[in-house]
């Protein structure tokens, strides 16, 4: 069965790291404060200030995947929303 879920993401410049989510690791455990991998087809549109909408494998599972980007006032990159479906 397939289930949705969602994570906030703020960026350091470098990386995407997740502050807030629903997603388990592969051992079960709350994915918070991991990091969205550079080779994440949706980390290289985040950098860029765009949404991706995708297929993507995050801890072991295959997901339909989108991600939107956060900025301040001033258009810097602060963050990241996730949804996707699993399963």
Same mark, same amino acid.
């Given at each position: 069965?397939?289930?949705?879920?969602?994570?906030?993401?703020?960026?350091?410049?470098?990386?995407?790291?997740?502050?807030?989510?629903?997603?388990?690791?592969?051992?079960?455990?709350?994915?918070?404060?991991?990091?969205? =991998?550079?080779?994440?087809?949706?980390?290289?549109?985040?950098? *860029? /200030?765009?949404?991706?909408?995708?297929? +993507?494998? $995050?801890? @072991?599972?295959?997901? =339909?995947?989108?991600?939107?980007?956060?900025?301040?006032?001033? *258009? /810097?990159?602060?963050?990241?929303?996730? +949804?996707? $479906?699993? @399963?």
């Amino acid at each position: 069965m397939a289930s949705q879920e969602s994570t906030i993401f703020t960026y350091d410049g470098e990386d995407f790291v997740r502050t807030h989510t629903t997603l388990l690791t592969e051992d079960g455990k709350p994915a918070v404060n991991t990091k969205l =991998d550079h080779d994440n087809p949706g980390y290289k549109a985040l950098t *860029g /200030k765009r949404s991706y909408s995708g297929q +993507v494998t $995050l801890f @072991g599972k295959q997901c =339909d995947a989108n991600y939107a980007p956060l900025t301040d006032d001033s *258009g /810097k990159l602060t963050g990241a929303l996730m +949804v996707l $479906l699993v @399963g």
